[in-house]
């Protein structure tokens, strides 16, 4: 199978979308002209015009709400965003328009739009863009939340979220864009809500997504060269979670350790915990545990920025403790 890179594989999604409906267009700053700030759209203008592929003023309020707007006059809009900490911007028009209005009008109004782009830490960028949104946009009731990690997902996902008729929040990473995957060349689509076991295993259950995967596969592989069979689930969707895989895994290995990027408080890996303990407490042999970003902003030194976020010695310490803990 061929492979290609991250950001080749949302373009062919956005692309091989746009040529099915004609309802789909792409908008935001730098994405046509100058091919995307991160060339995910590169060449995407020459091919649909710019009419389909529109830049914007650095105006992410402005914008949103234009965009919302089209969604629900019948159109299709897929928003990028230069880095989900600019959303906070326009956050009143996906809280309180986009997920909202199919509520507030009794069904008769939706709002079909996709908003995307390079979400949480890419190394030395400072506090004020090296946020992760995935569970702070999972609390809204009205909209879904995909979080990838691999170019397959990323296209698969992101052309059923085009085709979704609710908001859809596609959370990507801007140091993955370069990473290549295998990717079929026939069309295919991957169902929102369905969770992936990336690795087989039998002693404990480990749950990440987006690039904090890359840290979970990694901590499976050192934890296999002392014996310890570590399944590793990529969520790939926050909200709907599938909670029936990671409960389905649990029976089996009885443990579970979560990784993620999200600060601790009122995390993704808090609500899977609740749930988990619900649905699965009989299963469990030790306490549901997590590693999380350190809870404070992260700073630019690159010393600050390694103790901030999750790291392989620090899961494979954590799921050596899990293993020797008895219920």
């Known amino acids: 199978m061929r492979q290609i890179a991250f950001r080749e594989a949302l373009r062919e999604a956005m692309s091989e979308e746009m040529r099915r409906d004609e309802r789909v267009f792409l908008m935001g700053e730098e994405v046509a002209e100058y091919n995307g700030a991160y060339k995910v759209s590169q060449g995407m203008l020459d091919e649909f015009g710019p009419k389909r592929i529109i830049d914007t003023p650095i105006s992410e309020l402005g914008f ?16 990028e965003y230069m880095t989900w900490n600019f959303a906070v911007l326009p956050l009143d ?92 060349e026939e069309e295919y689509l991957i169902p929102i809500g369905k969770a992936d076991i990336k690795r087989k295993g039998n002693d404990v259950t480990i749950v990440s997504f987006n690039k904090m995967m890359k840290v979970a596969l990694a901590a499976a592989t050192e934890l296999e060269k002392e014996g310890i069979s570590a399944e590793v689930i990529d969520l790939r969707t926050i909200r709907p979670l599938d909670w029936q895989t990671i409960l389905e895994s649990v029976k089996k290995t009885n443990r579970l350790v979560i990784v993620e990027e999200q600060w601790p408080f009122a995390s993704v890996s808090s609500e899977i915990t609740y749930q988990i303990q619900k649905e699965g407490f009989d299963y469990l042999d030790a306490p549901i545990r997590r590693i999380t970003s350190a809870d404070a902003p992260m700073h630019y030194a690159p010393t600050l920025v390694a103790a901030y976020l999750p790291d392989v010695p620090r899961t494979v310490k954590l799921v050596k403790e899990v293993m020797y803990l008895k219920k």
Not at 64 to 79: C, D, E, M, N
Not at 117 to 146: C, D, R
């Open 93 to 184: 028009q996906i809280l309180n328009t986009a997920s909202k209005m199919l509520a507030m009008s009794g069904g008769q109004v939706g709002c079909p739009i996709v908003f995307r782009g390079p979400n949480g830490s890419a190394g030395q960028l400072g506090a004020q863009h090296s946020t992760a949104f995935e569970s702070m946009y999972a609390n809204i009731p009205g909209i879904k939340v995909i979080s990838v990690s691999n170019p397959y997902d990323a296209k698969g996902l992101l052309k059923s979220a085009i085709r979704d008729n609710d908001p859809v929040m596609f959370m990507e990473s801007e140091v993955m864009y370069g990473e290549k995957g295998e990717v079929p």
């Open 64 to 79: 949103t709400g234009i965009a919302v707007g089209a969604a629900q006059s019948g159109l299709r809009p897929i928003v």
